[in-house]
């Protein structure tokens, strides 16, 4: 494994060890709403859940009884990113090239806006604490908009046609770029004025839920079976997690559990990345491969998969 051209010693590998389980968490309910596999999730509030579908549908659920209370039609292909902007407002972004951005009017959502620009799936997109804009797509490009200027594109970064798979702000107003590309892909930081910084050479980020905030000072990336911990501060990989099997969403749950789904075995466990513990694993909930996790509260957390279901567990 080359890291900054450099090998990394094989000591930074940490294998989990198999022991008792010290969680066991459960299943509590299943939103099945769609004949469509669900791609990603966005907790609105801690009253709401939102979810994008394969058929180009975004809904939105109340947590309280799982009830639908908005479905969201505009997309004319798989949903893949929905995040929230600073007002509040869904942005959402589709196997149809298009960004998509949802408000609340009259208890109804409405598309206020459609962006254009990108020539294939957009991956991911959010808005940076600035304001702007920033999606990345298969047509390997990141492009920035600024909302204060009718969401024109204001800056296209091209990265070699690699399929840029995932976005994530961190300190700084930077923002942490991953590629998906077998063997030869990075990870990227990019500064405020948009320009690549630094670029980490063959870590393959596997999808677009892969790149996750672990706290003030690392993120956690997902790479094909491994989990980078990395100190963006010192640009410094701390640690590598290996899973043995394809990774695919990862998600912090608190201060030492990290919530993993796999693509494989459609499973998902909970381990202390302190500790090398796994503290459960779940197999057969989900029927195909899982492929987005989401913290509710201290004591929820929701996963969703191809299977076309929701599941909410309690811990």
């Given at each position: 494994m080359f890291y900054n051209g450099k090998i990394?010693?094989?000591?930074?590998?940490?294998?989990?060890?198999?022991?008792?389980?010290?969680?066991?968490?459960k299943c509590i309910y299943t939103i099945n709403e769609s004949n469509s596999g669900v791609n990603s999730l966005l907790l609105i509030d801690k009253f709401k859940l939102c979810a994008s579908y394969d058929?180009?549908?975004i809904k939105i659920f109340d947590l309280n009884n799982y009830n639908c209370l908005y479905i969201l039609e505009g997309h004319s292909s798989p949903v893949l990113s929905i995040s929230l902007m600073l007002n509040k407002n869904i942005i959402s972004g589709s196997c149809d090239k298009k960004i998509?951005?949802?408000?609340?009017?009259n208890d109804k959502y409405i598309n206020i806006k459609t962006i254009e620009g990108h020539e294939d799936t957009i991956e991911k997109v959010i808005q940076l604490k600035n304001s702007f804009i920033v999606s990345c797509s298969a047509d390997g490009n990141i492009r920035f908009w600024n909302e204060n200027n009718?969401?024109?594109?204001?800056?296209?970064?091209?990265?070699?046609?690699?399929?840029?798979?995932?976005?994530?702000?961190?300190?700084?107003?930077?923002?942490?770029?991953?590629?998906?590309?077998l063997f030869t892909g990075k990870i990227m930081i990019i500064n405020s004025n948009f320009q690549i910084e630094t670029i980490f050479n063959g870590i393959t980020?596997?999808?677009?839920?892969?790149?996750?905030?672990?706290?003030?000072?690392?993120?956690?990336?997902?790479?094909?079976?491994?989990?980078?911990i990395l100190?963006?501060?010192?640009?410094?990989?701390?640690?590598?997690?290996?899973?043995?099997?394809?990774?695919?969403?990862?998600?912090?749950?608190?201060?030492?559990?990290?919530?993993?789904?796999?693509?494989d075995e459609s499973s998902f466990k909970l381990i202390n990345y302190k500790t090398n513990e796994i503290c459960s694993e779940i197999k057969g909930e989900h029927k195909q491969e899982i492929l987005g996790i989401i913290k509710?509260?201290?004591?929820?957390f929701a996963t969703c998969s191809k299977d076309n279901t929701i599941k909410i567990w309690k811990y």
């Open positions: 990394i010693n094989n000591n930074y590998f940490n294998n989990y060890q198999e022991f008792q389980y010290l969680l066991n968490p058929d180009g549908l998509k951005i949802w408000e609340l009017k009718n969401y024109k594109c204001v800056k296209t970064l091209n990265v070699n046609d690699e399929n840029i798979s995932s976005l994530l702000e961190i300190n700084n107003n930077k923002i942490v770029a991953g590629t998906v590309k980020c596997n999808w677009n839920n892969g790149l996750q905030n672990f706290d003030n000072d690392r993120i956690l990336i997902c790479s094909n079976t491994e989990i980078y100190n963006i501060k010192t640009m410094f990989i701390e640690k590598i997690l290996n899973q043995r099997i394809y990774i695919g969403p990862i998600y912090k749950l608190n201060d030492e559990i990290i919530a993993i789904g796999f693509f509710i509260n201290n004591k929820k």
